[in-house]
């Protein structure tokens, strides 16, 4: 968990890669459905692009559909859900019908760092490689380092005035269940303004260790 621009991207990226967990990003699966030419589509892109969150019901179905497939059959990641009460009080309920403990990590980050993450991000349209304006620039201008015939692209909602509105969802709808897993002391921190390899590394102990208990 954590806010939007806090690193949960890359860091359940980085699960996939070195510990075989599959990464189950539900804003990625929205991106991937907002491309296709259908009403469902055109309503995701609206609320997407305004930083407004997609409704629970879908969001929903789309987790339990993408967590029964073999490849999640020893765990996997959730990036980005739950982020509603109704969303956290069904994961409760497939956690317990998968027979599985559910571990939320905060990626910790401060507000002020928060935006600069956000509006300088940049993505690689070939290969996913993330770059940032302000802290990780790609060596030339706007080209992928991996791939130079490829310019670099920013997501439609990480331009300023939505990136706005999605921090303000964040405080409003998902910020209260960070509230609830405290108080169930199940929560575990870590500090998200570091760089990726310090905060993976942390990530990584927590999620062993939850394994070796199971
Ligand atoms: P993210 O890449 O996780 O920041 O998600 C990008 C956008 O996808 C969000 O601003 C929402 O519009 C939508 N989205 C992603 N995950 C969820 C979720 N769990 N519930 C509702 N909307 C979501």
Do not use: W
Request: hydrophobic letters at 30%; aromatic letters at 6%.
């Amino acid at each position: 968990m954590g806010a939007p621009g806090a690193g949960k991207g890359t860091q359940a990226r980085l699960l996939q890669e070195r510990l075989g967990l599959p990464q189950i990003s539900t804003g990625e699966m929205f991106r991937a459905l907002k491309q296709t030419d259908t009403p469902l589509a055109e309503e995701v892109r609206r609320l997407m692009e305004k930083g407004q969150l997609v409704p629970d019901d879908l969001t929903i179905r789309v987790v339990r559909e993408r967590t029964g497939r073999d490849d999640c059959k020893h765990g996997y990641v959730l990036d980005g859900f739950p982020r509603t009460p109704a969303q956290a009080a069904m994961l409760e309920k497939l956690a317990v019908e998968q027979g599985k403990p559910i571990q939320p990590i905060l990626v910790d980050v401060p507000q002020e760092l928060l935006e600069k993450r956000m509006t300088g991000r940049r993505n690689c349209p070939v290969g996913g490689e993330t770059y940032n304006i302000y802290f990780k620039p790609a060596k030339s201008d706007n080209v992928c380092d991996v791939h130079p015939e490829a310019q670099l692209e920013q997501r439609d909602d990480d331009k300023p005035e939505t990136v706005e509105t999605r921090l303000a969802t964040y405080d409003e709808q998902t910020r209260p269940l960070l509230e609830y897993y405290r108080a169930g002391n199940l929560l575990k921190y870590v500090d998200g303004a570091r760089d990726p390899e310090a905060i993976f590394k942390d990530i990584e102990k927590i999620v062993t260790s939850e394994k070796e208990q199971t």
